[in-house]
């Protein structure tokens, strides 16, 4: 009776529900009452703490679907959830999932993003124990709710950091803000920098590198960096009270990147510490515990750059070529 | 600089986040991290398991502002996600809250929803770790996970009933319906019956009859009244395995609900069935464990009527005046 090319608004809330749970993997053995009830029931881990982060995605401010496939924007939802998580140091667990779906929404869609979200759930063996399907007549919405799990202190958050400490950030900066740069001209789809649109597209929380970091104990102070870099060396700065100075030089720009924001006629350093939706980890570390990085280095999935240094003095720099520069405050507006 | 007829758009995030905290009460001990950090830390509770529900409001699906003030639609935000807690027999815990704002949405209006979400959140010691805010060019949508505890032999399901038990329902059913039709006209605001607009605007969760329920072990299958007693009814049949017969004369329809209802010329004990919105619990009880339901009917804050029995036919029956009738299903297309 419905076919692929259906909206959304044919089917009946259990039909849609199917769908998503017919691509999840069998119920962990933690999980008493799953989808179906009015709420989960889980047993919770022993000897752990529980570390839950909220974060939406909605259609015209996180996402176009004119250049984001469902797929993507399935992988992309959970994404920003897990990478809150390895920021912490925690394992993932569980998730819970809550959409609002315009009514005239295709079903191949809606099947496009419990694809992207599933398959990156079970990479993480994150299992979604539940959610809530509503219309709106409003853009896409989805928002996901995760809890993982961390020894009590193995939990890494952003105020540990003193004056002498070390700060080191993950992969790449400014990768996922060129991909989109990219996405966003209809040239995005023939582009060669495939690195740079699967960066926006298909971000990969450091979900290992932040596991690594915690059980180490390697990370005086850790967050993500899905507002950008300079948002992420205020909120460090601010919550452990010191500065930081960082050198230009050593900014792990993609060279893709670069070229793509000097073209623009953009500074590539400016445009990659200000762009969001890197995933990326920024920390910092003692030097004299600068071995136990070790792990994170070799296991963590991604290199990891030195790119400056936490400070007695308040403020916020950058070493450019010739002169010091002060970092813009990541304090955004609302939007 | 701004005041109080601002929109949220003139607001940082971090002033948001602000208005909501000076709301919260001082924050738990087993809350490690709270606001403020990539996640919340959370020592989970000794001999528990953990109940998770997640439901979300969508204004021009859930609530219209023209009718709902602000305040109730926090309060309404939080109180169906209790009632599903309190349909498992779940102490409240800890809640996370994601809120897509439209950018022109004034701040009283915000600060307003604030208020009613943490009044409520207060008064059943629910504690706020952690949330979202992000803009939305579509209607304000807000969605709520949250967590209770129970110890896992009293945790009530909906798959429980056996042939022979009896059906009871909390409070009355209908009257958020009826309330709901008076303040969709204009003369809501005047109108006496406020017993039926309360049910609507601020309806009370059954928080304490839903823990002496599964304390007592007193329920053999639960859940609450979100979308309408038929629905409760397929949902405990469907589950179970066993049909139900139900009494028209015993359905607690409140008095003016029912005159409201007479006076539109529909039938007030359809209408009653049918319509949502009431969150009280529907439940199951064996005849000859009847005792257990004391503390439930003394301590529970609400009357619990005997609307009819499970039945080993698997069909839905209600019997009125001079014939029985089939309960039309429950399941609702996607809305």
């Known amino acids: 009776l419905t076919t692929r090319n259906s909206a959304v608004s044919e089917y009946t809330e259990r039909d849609l529900i199917a769908r998503i749970q017919q691509r999840l993997p069998p119920a962990p053995d933690w999980l008493l009452v799953g989808i179906g009830d009015d709420a989960a029931v889980v047993?919770?881990?022993?000897?752990?703490?529980?570390?839950?982060?909220?974060?939406?995605?909605?259609?015209?401010v996180h996402f176009d679907r004119a250049f984001v496939p469902p797929e993507a924007i399935g992988h992309r939802a959970l994404a920003v959830n897990l990478s809150d998580l390895a920021a912490m140091g925690a394992a993932p667990r569980l998730a819970l999932l809550s959409l609002a779906l315009p009514r005239d929404l295709q079903v191949a869609v809606f099947d496009g993003i419990a694809d992207g979200l599933a398959a990156l759930a079970a990479r993480h063996r994150v299992?979604?124990?539940?959610?809530?399907?509503?219309?709106?007549?409003?853009?896409?919405?989805?928002?996901?709710?995760?809890?993982?799990?961390v020894k009590r202190r193995q939990a890494m958050t952003r105020d540990g950091a003193r004056a002498g400490d070390e700060l080191y950030v993950s992969g790449s900066i400014g990768s996922a803000g060129a991909g989109l740069e990219l996405l966003r001209e209809d040239s995005g789809r023939q582009t060669d920098d495939l690195g740079l649109t699967t960066a926006y597209l298909r971000p990969e929380p450091r979900v290992r590198l932040g596991l690594l970091l915690g059980r180490n104990r390697a990370a005086s102070a850790c967050v993500d960096l899905s507002d950008g870099l300079a948002d992420g060396l205020h909120r460090i700065a601010e919550a452990s009270g010191v500065g930081v100075a960082i050198d230009?030089?050593?900014?792990?720009?993609?060279?893709?990147?670069?070229?793509l924001f000097?073209?623009?006629?953009?500074?590539?350093?400016?445009?990659?510490m200000s762009a969001?939706?890197?995933?990326?980890?920024?920390?910092?570390?003692?030097?004299?515990?600068r071995h136990r990085l070790g792990a994170a280095l070799r296991h963590g999935g991604a290199p990891l750059t030195r790119i400056g240094v936490c400070t007695e003095r308040r403020d916020l720099t950058i070493a450019r070529s010739d002169s010091v520069e002060p970092i813009a405050s990541g304090?955004?507006?609302?939007r």
Chains 1, 2 share one sequence.
């Open 248 to 259: 230009e030089d050593k900014l792990p720009i993609d060279q893709a990147a670069r070229r």
């Open 276 to 289: 969001g939706d890197d995933y990326e980890l920024l920390f910092t570390a003692r030097p004299r515990l």
């Open 331 to 334: 304090y955004r507006h609302f």
């Open 262 to 272: 000097d073209r623009r006629g953009v500074d590539p350093t400016v445009a990659a």
């Open 127 to 149: 299992h979604i124990v539940g959610g809530n399907l509503t219309s709106t007549a409003g853009p896409l919405t989805i928002d996901i709710t995760v809890i993982g799990t």
């Open 43 to 60: 047993e919770p881990e022993r000897n752990r703490v529980e570390v839950l982060s909220v974060d939406a995605i909605v259609e015209g």
